[in-house]
């Protein structure tokens, strides 16, 4: 069975990341969004402390920043609004899309976990997007940036040929997931070979045939 090429390999690990989509998503929830409360916390200063830290003051109308694992239960309560990241209105998307597929050599800057929050925020908080049409238009548009910057990642992995600096800027956490196992099998592959390496030339000083093992 003839070797599989770097992008063969690669492409067929890209399902299969080193970290799992529910693990990125409980990363991703600690990122901050903005929310409009619609009630007062009765506590000091109508601040709430959290394990990561204090958040607040919690009053009607007034915007603030918290983790989205708290944005989302307020709203699933009935007790805020979630201000729409500033990154996926449809405009700055449209911008971030045409930027990739003019410059197929770089990738745009982007949230780290922009898959991520994405996601939870089209399951969880429709209503943030407006219309079903303006949702699904959103929808579309975070798929198609996913499908061209994973484009990229192929595309650059099928012109790798002999040794290379790897230069990656701008990748999403779920990005450097999925490529993450390359390098860190590639390592792995070259630390093995570098000490048979160092085995061959100890046997051959010894007088010793016997070849070394992967």
Sequence with gaps: MPTASLFEYVAAKLEDPPLTPEELEFFAEHEKIEVIPNFTLNLPNGMLTCIEGTYGPF???IPIKVPLYLALSLYRRGKCRIQLPPWM???ELR?????ERTHPQYFQPVPQYYVEISKLLFTEARAV?????????TQDLIEELKKVRNSKILDGLRKVSGPITVKLNHLSASESNKIRLLFESSLNMWHQL??????WQENQLA???TPATL
């Design 95 to 99: 911008g971030t899309l045409e930027e």
């Design 194 to 199: 570098s000490k048979n390496d160092k085995e």
């Design 207 to 209: 007088g010793n045939d």
């Design 59 to 61: 009053r009607p109308n």
């Design 89 to 91: 209105a449809k405009e």
């Design 129 to 137: 997007f407006g219309s079903n049409s303006e949702l699904c238009e």
